[in-house]
């Protein structure tokens, strides 16, 4: 495996729905190539909790309910793309999201990382869920109040009956 783990040099993106099992593919491939997994929704949060300029705007226009503008989000991502550890590769969950997105992550990649790195061009992975599936995963998520483990009551209990998940 050290040998697999070594030779990864590209980026993987996962797109699907909400409730696909984005994140639960890219925390498999985390761990089986030791690349990072990058999610907009955690890199927003923690950019808020760490008062960045991205995150105090970001705040601004989440509070007021809208979703955040793609220009904060190039910003969001680029700075977490450039960071050491995605030197190797990285997992994008869930971004880009439209199509003006897949563009500027297109061209970012180009000249950040296939110019100068000669990294591989990305690996697309599309997931493709029946509705049906999707609605029953995401009406079934739940999380236990003291542990924080993730549940679903249809396809993953909690394995102590009648314990309570949220």
């Not at 924080?148 to 314990?163: E, S, W």
Request: charged share 25%.
């Amino acid at each position: 495996m050290a040998n697999e783990t070594a030779q990864i040099a590209g980026p993987v993106i996962l797109l699907g729905p909400p409730g696909a099992g984005k994140g639960t593919q890219a925390k498999k491939l985390v761990e089986r190539y030791r690349i990072p997994q990058i999610s907009t929704g955690d890199l927003l949060r923690d950019h808020v909790a760490r008062g960045t300029s991205l995150g105090v705007e970001a705040k601004v226009v989440m509070a007021r309910g809208q979703l955040v503008p793609d220009a904060l989000m190039y910003g969001i991502v680029a700075d977490r793309l450039r960071e050491p550890d995605c030197e190797r590769g990285f997992i994008l969950d869930g971004f880009p999201r439209t199509a003006a997105q897949a563009g500027w992550l297109d061209a970012f990649l180009e000249k950040e990382f296939f110019e100068k790195s000669g990294m591989c061009p990305p690996v697309v992975i599309q997931l493709v869920v029946d509705y049906t599936q999707l609605l029953l995963r995401l009406t079934g998520r739940r999380s236990c109040p003291t542990c924080g483990r993730l549940y679903n009551i249809h396809f993953q209990p909690p394995r102590v009956d009648g314990r309570r998940v949220l």
